[in-house]
């Protein structure tokens, strides 16, 4: 049930792109991103939800595909700030109200 | 507003005692989640509170309990620790209502050491 994350660690110049993908093998509710800076807690980026409807961030950009049960989260011009890991947590139609995260994407943004 | 605080920060115990975390929201926010955050496993759920009722709980053994008192306040309790157990627990605050559709503001963690 738990989401799984691609890539496990991406390591980028300034102002390249980069995206995150997040899968689950069940249907989906929601779709939440959090950033964990090192030695921070997780703070919210955004959540996606089933029908199309998104809150969150205005510089963060996801996509939500809920018929392949897939979000994606896009970085683009990455800035230093952007290091961090990132982790997607899902929440299942049908299931239980408990948001369930994958394991993290580590981000290493480099001038 | 003030964040979401967790005490104590850091905690050492040995093998088989038992430890009491303590977490207080976001003034008004009446739903505490707890989190057990290892390296090897990710963020994992422990339980939901919602309104001094326990809403959801994760796959933990029993010796993991929680609380949540009528200011919203909350503590989770670990009894007979292992090894194992050593991780940062996190707890995070939301408004309410479903969890679906809400964020949540997450506390600095309690980082717990079994020896």
């Known amino acids: 049930q738990q989401p799984v994350q691609s890539p496990q660690a991406v390591i980028l110049r300034e102002g390249e792109d980069a995206v995150i993908n997040c899968s689950s093998s069940k249907a989906l509710y929601s779709v939440h991103w959090y950033r964990q800076k090192h030695g921070e807690a997780p703070v919210f980026l955004m959540i996606?939800?089933?029908?199309?409807e998104q809150k969150g961030h205005d510089k963060i950009s996801a996509s939500f595909n809920e018929k392949k049960q897939q979000s994606s989260l896009y970085l683009t011009a990455s800035q230093l700030s952007y290091s961090g890991t990132y982790f997607c947590g899902t929440y299942t139609q049908g299931g239980s109200e408990k948001l369930v995260f994958g394991k993290g994407t580590k981000l290493t943004v480099n001038p | 507003k003030a964040g979401v605080t967790q005490t104590p920060r850091y905690l050492i115990k040995t093998r088989g005692q038992q430890v009491t975390l303590s977490c207080s929201p976001i003034s008004g926010h009446r739903s505490v989640s707890w989190y057990q955050q290892t390296p090897g496993q990710g963020l994992q759920f422990l339980f939901e509170y919602f309104s001094e009722t326990q809403r959801n709980k994760g796959n933990f053994p029993g010796r993991f309990s929680g609380r949540q008192f009528s200011n919203s306040r909350s503590e989770m309790n670990v009894s007979t620790l292992e090894l194992g157990d050593s991780a940062l627990y996190l707890c995070?605050?939301?408004?309410?209502?479903?969890?679906?559709?809400?964020?949540?503001?997450f506390g600095p963690g309690t980082r717990l050491t079994v020896l």
């Open positions: 995070a605050s939301s408004i309410g209502g479903s969890g679906r559709i809400g964020e949540q503001f």
């Open positions: 996606l939800l089933k029908g199309g």
